[in-house]
């Protein structure tokens, strides 16, 4: 699927939906991180699973992501981390158009908190990489006909 008339909040709420629909947990959007935190401004989404909190980022430009943004995510989910007991993991995903830049890379692959990055011009693309990724971490996803999605590998 292209979605190229789709831009900023429009892409947010594309993919809100798509985490409520196929993981069928609570997806806590931006508006009410920052109710709850009000000094945390880069978070998409969370979902809590398993002691574990799972924050979103998505970035749909045309140009490649910045160390700039990476380095306001990972120092969001720093401070997040602060939030939560310390038997929490935190796991951050980066959903974009564009891959990382080299320095965005070189600070990802640095950072204390585990950042994956997906990234692709097809949103289905990102979409099934979503699918593989989240069932890496034990959560599982559905389809539109609310069966459970396999992944063999």
Same mark, same amino acid.
């Given at each position: ?17 798509? !985490? ?16 709850? $935190? &009000?000094? @945390?401004?880069?978070?998409? $989404?969370?979902? +809590? ?6 924050c979103f980022q ?7 992501? #910045?160390?700039?943004? =990476? ?8 401070? !997040?981390?602060? +939030? ?8 951050? @995903?980066? @959903? #974009? ?6 320095? /965005? ?5 640095? #950072?204390?908190?585990?950042?994956? &990055? =997906? ?7 990102i979409i099934n990489k979503?699918?593989?990724? !989240?069932? #890496? $971490? ?5 389809? +539109?006909?609310?069966? /459970? ?5």
């Open positions: 699927m292209s979605c190229e008339s789709l831009l900023g909040k429009e892409i947010e709420n594309y993919f809100y939906n798509v !985490l409520e629909i196929k993981t069928r947990k609570r997806v806590i959007r931006e508006k009410e991180i920052r109710k709850m $935190y &009000s000094h @945390i401004t880069g978070i998409d $989404y969370l979902i +809590e699973h398993d002691n574990c909190c799972y998505v970035k749909w430009s045309k140009k490649t992501i #910045s160390n700039c943004q =990476i380095n306001h995510f990972i120092s969001c989910m720093i401070q !997040l981390q602060k +939030e939560y007991p310390p038997n929490y993991k935190f796991i951050s @995903i980066y @959903i #974009s158009k564009k891959k990382l830049s080299k320095p /965005a890379n070189d600070i990802k692959n640095k #950072s204390s908190i585990e950042l994956n &990055s =997906i990234y692709d011009e097809d949103i289905t693309i979503l699918d593989y990724l !989240l069932h #890496s $971490y034990k959560i599982w996803t559905y389809d +539109e006909h609310c069966d /459970a999605i396999m992944i063999i590998n």
